[in-house]
């Protein structure tokens, strides 16, 4: 009787905890407008990239839900309160989800982006490029895009482009499916094309085989038995040819992919090109752009046999 009656004093001076009140989950009905995706894509995303949801905690999100608050973050970034709002959760669990989902999604990008990188993958690729677009001995398309992004505290004039804002130089290759093969994401906006591609891994890996296989790129870059450019400028049918399909089928489809503006014939595309040939010049050897403009040469033969 005694204990009770300490129990039941003690009761009355303790702090009960409030029962938790999580906010109402809201059902997303139009998922193409609001999260730029189809229904069945978000829950295949979040069956590819998210481990099954264990928690049984009341106010615990479903994984579809947090790869829902991630699509929907993308499409409004950098305004978490409008994302909570929109989703029906706390403008912290649009933080935390952001960040766990990207984790998740970029612990597995090996397993999506993946370049041919060996003998069998690139005889592989060379097949399927041949058989699409006519082009022998080629095993992806190479173009770069600039991010726009807010200024940075430091470092910050490192990032103005050549036309004057804040970018990330984002490099990037695709396979005939226009899927990406591979993608650097690290180079400030300041940093020409020319310049990323030369310290790029891929570079290593396609430049090793000699000739054997090589990437198509647009004229901001310096030719090489690795790497071939458009005709600048075409001299005759069969050069027109050959720049007609690697700048609208080829290049296009990278640029689409980029979000980017291919135009073969624009005058950015002829400064830039200008601008890379000053750094292939310091860069690339000439029997190295020799070697390259032959094997541009003898493609031009194979296409038209």
Known sequence: MLVFSLVSAMAMFMQVRKMKVYPKRRRIDNCKQLLRIENDSI?????????????????????RQKMEILLRYFG???????????????RSTVTKTVNYVMD???????????FPATPVEMNEAKILWRRSFQMP??????DCTHVEINKPILHGDEYINRKGYDTINVQATCNTAEQFTSISAEWLGSVHDASIWRTSPIRGIVSQNDGAVCLLA?????????????????????ERHFNLIQARELLHNVAKHLNDV????????EQKAVEGAIVDEQQETRATKARGIQKRN???QLINE
Do not use: K
């Not at 995303?45 to 264990?54: D, G, K, T």
């Not at 409004?76 to 706390?90: I, K, L, T």
């Not at 291919?262 to 595309?269: A, G, I």
């Open 104 to 114: 998740c999604i970029t612990a597995r990008a090996d397993e999506w982006i993946h």
């Open 298 to 300: 003898e493609m031009i």
């Open 218 to 238: 647009d004229s901001g870059y310096g030719i090489s038995p690795w790497l071939i450019t458009p005709f600048q400028p075409p001299r005759n049918g069969l």
């Open 43 to 63: 829950d295949f995303l979040a069956s590819q990239f998210l481990p099954e949801n264990i928690e049984t905690r009341g106010g615990a999100l479903s994984s």
């Open 137 to 142: 001995t080629v095993i992806g398309a190479l």
């Open 262 to 269: 291919f135009d073969f014939n624009n005058e950015e595309n």
């Open 76 to 90: 409004d970034p950098g305004f978490q309160s409008g994302v909570a709002e929109d989703m029906g959760v706390h």
